[in-house]
């Protein structure tokens, strides 16, 4: 008899060389470190040219393939040429994390192990345990929660909100996963008129409409005014309809308020009412010793929203939501079809199957990095960093308040710091359009990334630090140069 020849004829996309793929790997990690290193080096944001562009977007579609170290090079070319500068030590647009150099390398493992976090019985599952354990200890979260990791904080807002609706509902008599909303009473939620825009993108996909949404106005601090909360569900429960959730702000996207948290627990306790908090920005404020009073209240939520990429730093995606029930949790999400079927051996067993918490089946493998961080950071760290900012945010507050022409415009409750160039003898239409244009300049040149906004009707220049390479002088820089791109375009703009 012959032996049967080996004959590989099937395509696989591993490398053909892996040697050749090793040498280009080093190369792009050596790349990535330098370019971390050296980020202070560079403008904090450019332009991207409209050629640049038009040129990118012409890109045909790939038929053949290309050498991995020409697609590489294409990258270098066209797409780290103009990043988003949220890395720069100046970005301090909107809120958005920094991210860290080692957190790149625990995505670059993540992917390599590739994973389907949606459930079976690996490690994987294991690891994301284990770090929403971490999450509700550090949070102070009750023990007995259940949580998921998410992408962010708009889909731990929905996640919980839809929780919230379902559990409220049924307590109701309707049975809103078999039945809809057909037969539901008028919904009606609580929040304030600073609560993230997230909030009503939710109660739109949960089918309740923005209508459901009761908007209760602030104090002169931007926090919920609870008497006219009071009031509204009051009104609204003699009108027929059917309140059913609060959600509090722990850490405002304007302005960095913080609603009275423990109030609003008592609210929602006497009212029985279902208590979200959107911590996005503000609940891993509680690991700074200093700031955590200023949060009490916010574990006792049944449901508490926060994000990781934000001031945790982790690179985007990553998210959380805690639920104070885990039997409501699950009963929310909780689908199993024959192909789906937990098992008690074998690769489908698993105490845990994540998909049954949320609405995504598959699901990657966020917890690595933030498990990797939180090791390698530990949460005192973390805490330092945040409070750091905390405490940035107040220096720059008195160089804008020490600053004749500056004008501060909200109260500074936590990182975020609102004001605005503001010589005597200018309407605010007139100081809107400068500050904006002060703005654009600021970003255009190259020199920083603040955002911008509107509080009672006055564009100013937002800075919300979520940034552990910001340094004290930076804001010397960036009040410098407000004052000197203010007074060269004070009397060049055109007239309103
Ligand atoms: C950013 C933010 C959100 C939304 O979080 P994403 O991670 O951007 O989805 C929700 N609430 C507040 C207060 C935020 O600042």
Known sequence: ?????????????????????????????????TYLQS????????????EHKAAFNASPLPLEPQDI??????????????????????????????????????????AGLNPNVGGGDHM???????????????????????GLLVNGGSMANLTGLNVARNVKLLEAGIDVRTHGLTAAPRLRLYCSSETHSSVQRAAEVLGMG???????????????????????????????????????????TNTGSIDDLNALADLCEREHLWYHVDGAIGAVAALSPATLP??????????????????????????????????????????????????????????LWP????????????ALKVWMSLKEHGIRKLGRSIQQNIDQAQYLKALVEAAPDLELLAPVALNIVCFRYAPSGMDDAALNALNEEILLQIQEQGIAVPSGTKLNGKYALRVSITNHRTLREDFDLLVREVIRLGKAFAHSLPKQ
């Not at 934000?310 to 009963?331: D, M, T, V």
Request: proline content about 6%; glycine content about 6%.
């Open 1 to 33: 008899m012959t032996a049967i020849e080996p004959r590989i004829t099937e395509e696989n996309l591993d490398p053909a060389d892996w040697d050749a793929l090793r040498k280009t790997a080093h190369r792009m990690v050596d790349d990535m470190l």
């Open 39 to 50: 980020v202070r080096d560079r403008p904090a944001w450019r332009p991207i040219p409209s």
């Open 69 to 110: 170290d020409q697609v590489y090079e294409d990258y270098n070319n066209d797409v780290l040429s103009y990043p988003m500068g949220n890395i720069h030590p100046r970005f301090w647009a909107w809120v958005i994390g920094t991210g860290t150099p080692s957190a790149a390398l625990y995505e670059m493992l993540a």
């Open 124 to 146: 994987a599952n294991q690891v994301e345990k284990l770090v929403i354990e971490w999450c509700k200890e550090m949070l102070g979260y009750p023990a007995e929660a259940s």
């Open 210 to 252: 923005s209508e459901s949404i009761h908007t209760i106005p602030v104090d002169s601090e931007f926090r919920i005014d609870l008497a006219a909360l009071q009031a509204a569900i009051n009104v609204d429960r003699d009108a027929g309809s059917l309140p059913f959730c609060v959600i509090g702000s722990a850490g405002t």
């Open 294 to 351: 200023r949060l009490h209240g916010m574990e006792r939520a049944d449901s508490l929203a926060f994000d990781m990429h934000k001031w945790l730093h982790i690179p985007f995606e990553a998210g959380c939501i805690l639920i104070r029930s885990r039997e409501q949790h699950y009963n929310t999400f909780t689908l199993t079809p024959p192909y789906l079927v937990h098992s008690t051996r074998g690769t489908a067993g698993g105490d």
């Open 355 to 366: 998909s049954d918490y949320g609405i995504q089946l598959s699901r990657g493998f966020l």
